[in-house]
């Protein structure tokens, strides 16, 4: 079996392939990632990130970023942005890697949650 992605791994992953990318953690926001952009363009990123890891086409997009994103439990944990100038079978392969993980862990489920003994039923 192969063994779950770490998102930490996966950040890393990602800035080597491209030193000017940009990583919003979701769980520990850094504005200055998406500070920048206006509303618009956050909301744009956003969008974009859902739709990669629902895999549905994004169609054109006014962003000068191709967006894809990492989902734990159903929801958005790691937002990749590369530049749309990056080499395009390398962001292609990123994709395709980024793809991969994100089914790995749909596949693997959310995290379990502790109950204390007294619980006759846990709500995922």
């Known amino acids: 079996m192969e063994p779950t992605p770490d998102p930490a791994a996966i ?11 940009l990583v ?7 504005s200055a990632v998406l500070g920048p952009l206006d509303s618009r363009a956050r909301a ?13 086409d994004p169609g054109p997009s006014p962003l000068p970023y191709e ?4 989902a734990i439990g159903g929801s958005l944990r790691l937002l990749f942005l590369v530049d749309r100038d990056e080499r395009p ?6 994709r395709a ?6 089914r790995t ?20």
Request: glycine share 4%; aromatic share 8%; charged share 25%.
């Open 105 to 124: 862990l749909a596949a693997i489920g959310p995290a379990p949650t502790a109950t204390r003994p007294e619980q006759d039923s846990v709500a995922v």
């Open 11 to 21: 950040e890393e992953a990602f800035k080597r392939r491209f030193a000017t990318g």
């Open 44 to 56: 744009g990123v956003l969008r974009a990130a859902v739709q990669f890891v629902r895999e549905t």
């Open 97 to 102: 890697s980024l793809e991969q993980w994100n």
């Open 24 to 30: 919003y953690d979701v769980a520990a926001p850094d």
């Open 89 to 94: 079978d390398e962001r292609r392969a990123w």
């Open 67 to 70: 967006v894809s994103a990492l």
